[in-house]
């Protein structure tokens, strides 16, 4: 297990222990049936998702955060530089809050779709590279050409995918994006 998931493993941990506590009072279950959960959890899939890492590069699987919130708790629990995916919204979205968290952690975004246009007016002031890719596989490919090593790429939305693909089928395809990035550097 690395940095990272360790990190986030032990937050998810902590903050669901403290609910499981409360609850095992009331429901009188004993102390040891909730360490055993808690060790066995694995967390969520899509949702700060370790796929692995090429060239000193780590990439995370975070297709769940289909929100600002979402990605606002993904960059907080990060510890390196980010290398952002994002899908450029379709309706207006604020990012007011995540504009600190993207200054402090991101260095670069490449944005899904629709030109970046308003991902790139939202985060012009505080992300100095900014970059439109057309799909998810050329944001990958892109991302890990921009990734150097100790960088995080990460694919985090921020809002909803199109309305015909799911966050679950947009994860699965990053995965395999970078499962073939990974494949061609094996070679």
């Not at 360790?6 to 409360?22: P, Q, Y």
């Not at 102390?31 to 959890?41: A, M, R, Y």
């Not at 699987?61 to 993904?74: G, H, I, P, R």
Request: hydrophobic share 40%; with cysteine; glycine share 4%.
């Amino acid at each position: 297990m690395n940095y990272f998931e360790e990190f986030t493993n032990t937050r998810i941990k902590k903050s669901d222990s403290l609910a499981a506590g409360i609850s095992s009072k009331v429901l009188q279950i004993r102390k040891e049936s909730i360490q055993k959960s808690l060790k066995e959890f694995e967390g969520t899939e899509h949702r700060q998702e370790y796929v692995g890492t090429i060239d000193e590069v780590m990439y995370f699987d975070d297709a769940k955060a289909e929100s600002v919130n979402a990605t606002w708790f993904t960059f907080e629990s990060t510890v390196k530089p980010i290398v952002w995916i994002a899908n450029e919204p379709k309706t207006p979205v604020d990012y007011s809050d995540l504009i600190p968290m993207a200054k402090q952690n991101v260095k670069v975004l490449v944005c899904i779709g629709g030109k970046g246009k308003k991902m790139r007016k939202a985060f012009a002031d505080v992300i100095k590279e900014i970059y439109d890719a057309a799909s998810l596989e050329e944001a990958v490919e892109m991302a890990s050409i921009l990734a150097q090593e100790d960088d995080i790429v990460l694919f985090s939305p921020a809002c909803r995918p199109d309305a015909d693909v799911s966050f679950s089928e947009q994860g699965e395809l990053f995965k395999k994006y970078v499962k073939n990035i990974e494949n061609e550097h094996c070679q």
